[in-house]
Nanobody
């Protein structure tokens, strides 16, 4: 089994920055593709960014391109999401996800493991 634990969420002002981290533990050798999702109140969970095993391939939702950067440190079993130029519409619970498939996965169905989520609130 794999456990994922997000951290780094909190309150930020519009235009500010936050860095989310996701620490993986357990059978981490089963982890290949990873990604970040978010879910705002009353909305469906949506993909934010995804990254392949060695980080050579990435995906970003149009709404975060140029503002968010996904990265990973496999030696530390940690996934990151650097969020800059934050907007109130970025307010959501952010989830880390990991897959046993080595690919950039956009759809939630492709992921095998999920974290509990961390709240990000951006004030205007």
């Amino acid at each position: 089994q794999v456990q994922l634990a997000e951290s780094g969420g909190g309150l930020a002002q519009a235009g500010g920055s936050l860095r989310l981290s996701c620490a993986a533990s357990g059978d981490t050798f089963h982890i290949y593709g990873m990604g970040w999702f978010r879910q705002a109140p009353g909305k469906e969970r949506e993909s934010v960014a995804a990254i392949s095993l060695v980080g050579t391939m990435t995906y970003y939702a149009d709404s975060v391109k140029g503002r968010f950067t996904i990265s990973r440190d496999n030696a530390k079993n940690t996934l990151y999401l650097q969020m800059n130029s934050l907007k109130p519409e970025d307010t959501a619970v952010y989830y880390c996800a990991a897959s046993r498939t080595n690919a950039v996965l956009v759809r939630a169905v492709g992921y095998n493991y999920w974290g509990q989520g961390t709240q990000v609130t951006v004030s205007s």
